[in-house]
């Protein structure tokens, strides 16, 4: 497939090209225009629906900004007020006539004319948006998106000392690789008491974060926030019962090569007892990885890695550094985590994150580059709807390419036995992450079908989950405290409820991308471009399809998936 990174901001035609978003009277015309505006044929439907894409493309893009800059510096202010601003005083005012635009469209005698084959699934979220919709839920809505950012500022500003320097906690994490086992349980124990430190800010966040998105649901007419949420997010293609059969495929096939993983570890490290500040370490005599020192450096070698894989992913990264679209280094009062925000009216996405020289930053570089790379694919879509993409086939995206990019990672690692420490750590992970995420959806299917719970049900219940899934290697003991709250440093519960299902349903479809390469290198590359080229045009089995998988987390796969990656490693 051919591809050009070589992005240009769409036109503007409808709105003036020195229109800012300063204030909600500034952009209220256009969406009255829209309102107001006679469509009397279908090509006055799709020169109207460009004009509207061409609006949610701008406002879009500023609301992106706002939280970028905030997320980069939660120590200004003045980034939080802006931030806040749109939330709560321009969000609210679009949303009415959002609905009215929709139904405006829905009513339309000459929406029967637009191609079934390419408008389908727009129509079809369209239709749902107008089925949630309540003038009611606007103000909760818009609570929500300022809480659910104060999660960052909190996390944000936690710092712990090691041999007297300050660090942010994930440049601690570091120090959880050294030889030294003291140093690592000093610091693990550090990292966890400073998250104790606002464990109750945070379970007082949680509790209202649940108590008003409990609210949002109720006011649209479901029995709890999950069953509103499953609709939100577009969850056309499998249910509540379809996670529930993943939760229990994960604790029957993968849970027993988890132990596998531990126990080989434990071995490694000569250890009659694994503790959890033994996971990232590596046997005396042996360098932790350093695949960089710098982010100069990452992002150069990122570069040359994706270009080797295929210049068109090179490119793509290449033209973000250009236009400063990248910020790779954890600091003080930067929020904590990685994205890569895709940016409606510009093209090129920003990458957001926070590396501090580990094997785990190379991950998250490659894995946000795969999704850099989807909003690359799909900026030439002719509307800005259809851009958004079921998180399902992102995150194959973003997966899919940890594992393709593996196959040039000495760039990363020109020594031989790094090379093969950091692949082996690779695909620990890729099996390792599969019992967090169903322990961090099964909790949340829990916590909004009663939400009403007290903040020791909510532990107990955690703590119940956890042990279901937790592997039989490593020691806890003597731990509790920090387990108990162990799910506070999950971003997603608190910033975007629910997301997270989709890590396990796509590392399997990333797996399954990874088994195409492995038999035909270009043909499973021209795969994944063509998918990810449709952004949300298709549906999601579909779109699985165009990638030459089958959308599929049955147990029976799972295992399949699982017995391939047992054998992949075997062979490093």
């Given at each position: 497939?051919?591809?050009?990174?070589?992005?240009?901001?769409?036109?503007?035609?409808?709105?003036?090209?020195?229109?800012?978003?300063?204030?909600?009277?500034?952009?209220?015309?256009?969406?009255?225009?829209?309102?107001?505006?006679?469509?009397?044929?279908?090509?006055?439907?799709?020169?109207?629906?460009?004009?509207?894409?061409?609006?949610?493309?701008?406002?879009?893009?500023?609301?992106?900004?706002?939280?970028?800059?905030?997320?980069?510096?939660?120590?200004?202010?003045?980034?939080?007020?802006?931030?806040?601003?749109?939330?709560?005083?321009?969000?609210?005012?679009?949303?009415?006539?959002?609905?009215?635009?929709?139904?405006?469209?829905?009513?339309?005698?000459?929406?029967?004319?637009?191609?079934?084959?390419?408008?389908?699934?727009?129509?079809?979220?369209?239709?749902?948006?107008?089925?949630?919709?309540?003038?009611?839920?606007?103000?909760?809505?818009?609570?929500?998106?300022?809480?659910?950012?104060?999660?960052?500022?909190?996390?944000?500003?936690?710092?712990?000392?090691?041999?007297?320097?300050?660090?942010?906690?994930?440049?601690?994490a570091k120090f959880l690789e050294s030889h030294d086992r003291d140093l690592r349980e000093e610091v693990y124990r550090k990292i966890n008491d400073r998250r104790l430190e606002d464990k109750d800010a945070l379970n007082d966040m949680y509790t209202q974060l649940i108590q008003k998105r409990h609210q949002v649901a109720v006011n649209a007419g479901f029995e709890n926030y999950r069953d509103y949420r499953f609709k939100e997010l577009g969850r056309f293609d499998y249910t509540k019962e379809d996670c529930f059969k993943f939760h229990e495929a994960v604790r029957r096939h993968v849970l027993p090569l988890v132990n596998k993983i531990y126990q080989k570890k434990k071995e490694k490290l000569k250890l009659d007892d694994l503790r959890p500040w033994d996971v990232e370490a590596e046997p005396e005599g042996t360098q932790p990885l350093t695949p960089f020192t710098t982010s100069d450096e990452l992002i150069n070698k990122s570069i040359a890695c994706f270009t080797q894989l295929r210049p068109f992913f090179g490119d793509c990264l290449k033209q973000m550094d250009t236009m400063k679209h990248l910020d790779l280094e954890s600091r003080k009062g930067k929020a904590p985590g990685g994205y890569n925000c895709p940016l409606a009216e510009s093209g090129a996405p920003f990458i957001f994150m926070n590396a501090a020289g580990q094997m785990h930053d190379v991950t998250t570089m490659v894995h946000e580059g795969g999704h850099a790379v989807q909003s690359f694919l799909t900026h030439n879509l002719e509307l800005s709807a259809f851009k958004e993409y079921p998180m399902e086939i992102a995150e194959v995206a973003s997966m899919a390419m940890e594992l393709f990019s593996m196959d040039h990672w000495e760039v990363f690692f020109e020594n031989k036995e790094d090379l093969q420490r950091a692949k082996e750590h690779q695909l620990e992970r890729t099996i390792t992450i599969f019992p967090w995420i169903a322990i961090i959806d099964k909790f949340q299917h829990w916590v909004y079908e009663n939400p009403n719970h007290s903040v020791e049900e909510r532990n107990n219940k955690w703590m119940e989950i956890l042990k279901e899934f937790s592997d039989d290697v490593i020691n806890y003991s003597g731990l509790e405290k920090y387990m108990e709250n162990a799910w506070q440093r999950q971003l997603h519960l608190f910033e975007v409820p629910f997301y997270y299902i989709e890590y396990g349903i796509a590392q399997l479809g990333a797996i399954g991308m990874w088994m195409q390469y492995k038999k035909d290198p270009e043909k499973a590359l021209d795969n994944y471009m063509n998918a990810l080229a449709l952004g949300g045009t298709k549906t999601l089995p579909q779109l699985y399809e165009a990638a030459g998988l089958k959308f599929d987390f049955s147990p029976g796969n799972i295992k399949t998936l699982m017995d391939f990656v047992s054998e992949e490693m075997e062979k490093i």
């Open positions: 497939m051919n591809a050009s990174a070589d992005i240009k901001k769409i036109e503007r035609h409808f709105l003036p090209k020195d229109l800012l978003v300063d204030k909600w009277e500034t952009i209220e015309p256009y969406f009255k225009e829209l309102l107001e505006r006679k469509i009397q044929s279908k090509k006055n439907l799709e020169k109207w629906l460009t004009d509207m894409s061409e609006l949610e493309a701008v406002i879009s893009e500023d609301s992106c900004w706002r939280q970028i800059k905030m997320t980069c510096d939660t120590t200004d202010k003045s980034l939080e007020e802006a931030f806040n601003f749109f939330c709560m005083q321009i969000q609210p005012m679009i949303q009415p006539y959002a609905d009215a635009l929709n139904k405006k469209l829905i009513n339309s005698p000459f929406t029967k004319e637009l191609e079934p084959e390419k408008y389908f699934t727009y129509l079809r979220s369209v239709k749902k948006s107008i089925e949630l919709f309540r003038e009611e839920n606007i103000q909760l809505q818009s609570e929500l998106a300022v809480m659910q950012q104060q999660y960052g500022v909190i996390t944000g500003s936690m710092l712990i000392e090691v041999n007297g320097v300050e660090y942010t906690l994930q440049q601690a």
